[in-house]
């Protein structure tokens, strides 16, 4: 009888040993998929952020273009005057401030 003892407690202790170790490599599989998650979002971040500068450096020249054909209304040229009156009717407006953005796009 203490034999049968002995292999319950040896069986007992394999039982704890594979759980845990069950257990560790769902963890490290968990941190590896976490790893390649990481490294996927840092390339749509990088991704992203060449985009951005484009769209900054886009949105700088259409600024200079509108604030350009202001100029040119508010000197008298009647084709810049159309172009200001065309894109006001459409919502557009051009602000004489220096910051980004000049020609805000309607809101509702």
């Not at 040993?17 to 390339?43: C, M, P, Q, W, Y």
């Not at 951005?52 to 040119?72: C, I, N, Y």
Request: a negative charge; aromatic letters at 0%; zero cysteines.
């Amino acid at each position: 009888m203490a034999e049968t003892g002995q292999d319950d407690q040896a069986s007992g202790s394999i039982g704890i040993i594979l759980t845990a170790s069950a257990l560790v490599l769902i963890l490290a599989s968990n941190l590896i998929d976490i790893g390649r998650f990481h490294t996927s979002l840092e390339k749509a971040t990088a991704q992203q952020e060449t985009t951005l500068v484009s769209t900054r450096k886009a949105e700088a020249q259409l600024d200079s273009l509108a604030k350009g054909v202001q100029a040119l209304a508010a000197a008298g040229n009647p084709n810049a005057r159309a172009i200001v009156d065309a894109l006001a009717r459409s919502g557009v407006q051009i602000s004489a401030q220096g910051n980004s953005g000049a020609a805000n796009p309607p809101t509702g």
